[in-house]
């Protein structure tokens, strides 16, 4: 069974960085996207970046520019750094994982942006 597991969220201010990661325990085998999403309180979940296992990525306009998702493939991993930090990018953040009929999700990383 995969499980993901993210950290790195906290408070930063605005213009700064932050870098989170997500582990994937267990195999996982094939084709797969890795994924981040966050959620803002009252909003609904959002896409924010994606990967696939060749490492073709992908991003939602907002952050186009200020964030950057990578991953290493032999530890599982997917990160996602996020510069430039604004107000509106505060929300919950999460890890997700889709290969052929499996998807998970992580528990999500809260990340809080203010001065």
């Known amino acids: 069974q995969v499980q993901l597991v993210e950290s790195g969220g906290g408070l930063v201010q605005p213009g700064g960085s932050l870098r989170l990661s997500c582990v994937a325990s267990?195999?996982?085998?094939?084709?797969?996207?890795m994924a981040w999403y966050r959620q803002a309180l009252g909003e609904e979940r959002e896409l924010v970046a994606t990967?696939?296992?060749?490492?073709?990525?992908n991003y939602a306009d907002s952050v186009k520019g200020r964030f950057t998702i990578s991953r290493d493939n032999a530890k599982n991993t997917v990160n996602l750094q996020m510069n430039s930090l604004k107000p509106e990018d505060a929300a919950v953040y999460y890890c997700?994982?889709?290969?052929?009929?499996?998807?998970?999700w992580g528990q999500g990383t809260l990340v809080t942006v203010s001065s």
């Open positions: 267990g195999r996982i085998f094939g084709i797969n996207i």
């Open positions: 990967i696939t296992s060749a490492g073709r990525t």
């Open positions: 997700n994982l889709r290969a052929g009929s499996l998807e998970v």
